[in-house]
T-cell receptor, first 118, second 116 residues
Framework: AQTVTQSQPEMSVQEAETVTLSCTYD???????LFWYKQPPSRQMILVIR??????QNATENRFSVNFQKAAKSFSLKISDSQLGDAAMYFC???????????????FGKGTKLSVKP | DAGVTQSPTHLIKTRGQQVTLRCSPI?????VSWYQQVLGQGPQFIFQ???????GRGNFPDRFSARQFPNYSSELNVNALLLGDSALYLC???????????????FGQGTRLTVV
């Protein structure tokens, strides 16, 4: 079974600075997708960024980028120029590319609470 | 375009009662999944439906059931509520069941269920 681990329960960053959130996962599959979701106090899960395992190039979305290390099974999120609105829970999630079984679901880590100091 | 909508937003029930939660996916999305998020934890998968058929089920008791309608909306039912069922219930919609055609899941704002 696949697992996702986020080892940082809480992180803090100064406004305009850069912060990196860590995520490791365990799987025996070769094809899969990885995601970072943001959950502000409003509760809605917002997709931040996605990475396909077959792509070597790290995904980037504006101020958000990932460092995907497939061999190490590591998937960290870097937030540059942090803004007050970035404060939220961040969840790392895994999805299998095998839809033949019951693999259509997301497997989430426990989350990292990010605080942004003005 | 409307996103994923869930109703109600908040609900308080008594132990032993039954509850029904509702979800409307993004227009054009045919797959709906349900997740339970206990306070301080990541969401846990409950069910996935595609084209009105159950395509996946997480490790939840038979008290939990769901269904998907021809318009792709979905209901989650929980019978004989326990205190431990208190959680945020999230609905997510995806384009299809095949992740190769769109692996992203888009979430609603959730239903906060409190069992007293």
């Amino acid at each position: 079974a696949q697992t996702v681990t986020q080892s940082q329960p809480e992180m803090s960053v100064q406004e305009a600075e850069t912060v990196t959130l860590s995520c490791t996962y365990d799987t025996s599959e070769s094809d899969y997708y990885l995601f970072w979701y943001k959950q502000p106090p409003s509760r809605q899960m917002i997709l931040v960024i996605r990475q396909e395992a077959y792509k070597q190039q790290n995904a980037t979305e504006n101020r958000f980028s990932v460092n995907f290390q497939k061999a190490a099974k590591s998937f960290s999120l870097k937030i540059s120029d942090s803004q007050l609105g970035d404060a939220a829970m961040y969840f790392c999630a895994y999805r299998s590319d095998d839809y033949g079984g019951s693999q259509g679901n997301l497997i989430f880590g426990k989350g990292t609470k990010l605080s942004v100091k003005p | 375009d409307a996103g994923v909508t869930q109703s109600p937003t908040h609900l308080i029930k008594t132990r032993g009662q039954q509850v029904t939660l509702r979800c409307s996916p993004i227009s054009g999305h045919k797959s709906v999944s349900w997740y339970q998020q206990v306070l301080g934890q990541g969401p846990q998968f409950i069910f996935q439906y595609y084209e009105k058929e159950e395509r996946g089920r997480g490790n939840f008791p038979d008290r939990f059931s769901a269904r998907q309608f021809p318009n792709y909306s979905s209901e989650l039912n929980v019978n004989a509520l326990l205190l431990g069922d208190s959680a945020l219930y999230l609905c997510a919609s995806s384009l299809t069941f095949n992740p190769g055609q769109g692996p992203e899941a888009f979430f609603g704002q959730g239903t906060r269920l409190t069992v007293v």
